[in-house]
């Protein structure tokens, strides 16, 4: 499976994706200290949606392009779709980020393609507490933990190009964590099949950790060859992160024609 950010941006997929980041960034926000976001496969950061990838699959038409005039909600979802609106290009993972940014807040984004990373590059310069690097993110993402502020969110959104990328995530997400036991990771994965969706959770688990949300996003109906599912792995959620985004999510999965799932393990099931 190939996922690269530019044939995919916008989808429903990113669409809860980018809610969860919202959300998560919010509630680091609301403590003075300050945070550090670390995103390992960022890729270019923003997208060009009438691009010939985004047409090539068409996804972002029935994504983001859907919740067009949504009106209501919480916070976090109108925080989202200011940010989704604001330009022609659809917004990465980093350039969200690096806009919630405060001050004393700071980004590490991590691509290892060179034209995707000089692209990277571009996106952030506006925001002097924003880096783009060029490396392997897994890598890489060992050397920055723990980070100096305590606090922070790790977000691991591989591309799954490699039948071995769950394992590799999964490994990866284990070492970060006996680094940053106390930090808030989100594991974005394809759902192409629920015994390997369920093995990759169940390998996430092993690795130590005790308090973890999944939300699972899957689509009524999908064309042919087409990402149906996606779920996101939450460990250490912000306190009633599930709450949130389920208030948000209520509004914008009609549009998606979307069903939600949630499952909380250990403290986050509180």
Request: hydrophobic fraction near 45%.
């Amino acid at each position: 499976m190939n996922y690269r950010h530019a044939f995919h941006a916008g989808n429903f997929a990113d669409v809860a994706k980018h809610l969860a980041l919202v959300a998560i960034l919010q509630h680091l926000a609301k403590k003075p200290a300050g945070f550090v976001v670390i995103d390992t496969h960022a890729g270019s950061g923003s997208y060009d949606l009438s691009s010939a990838e985004a047409r090539r699959t068409g996804e972002a038409v029935t994504g983001v392009m859907c919740l067009d005039g949504l009106l209501g909600g919480n916070d976090v979802l109108t925080t989202y779709l200011s940010l989704a609106n604001d330009e022609k290009r659809y917004p990465g993972s980093p350039l969200i980020a690096a806009k919630l940014l405060r001050p004393q807040d700071r980004l590490v984004a991590i691509e290892k393609h060179p034209e995707e990373r000089a692209a990277l590059t571009a996106t952030l310069r506006p925001f002097l507490r924003a880096r783009a690097e060029e490396g392997d993110g897994y890598r890489r993402l060992l050397a920055l933990l723990p980070p100096p502020e305590r606090r922070g969110l790790v977000l691991i959104d591989p591309p799954y190009e490699s039948p071995a990328e769950f394992t590799e995530a999964a490994k990866a997400f284990a070492a970060a964590y006996r680094r940053f036991a106390t930090g808030t990771y989100m594991i974005w994965f394809p759902i192409k099949s629920a015994a390997e969706a369920n093995g990759f959770c169940g390998e996430v688990m092993a690795s130590g950790a005790t308090k973890l949300l999944r939300l699972d996003v899957r689509l009524a109906s999908a064309g042919e060859g087409k990402l149906s599912a996606a779920g996101l792995l939450i460990v250490n959620p912000p306190w009633q992160l599930q709450s949130v985004l389920a208030d948000a999510l209520a509004l914008v999965a009609p549009r998606l024609g979307a069903e939600v799932h949630f499952e909380a393990v250990g403290e986050a099931a509180e």
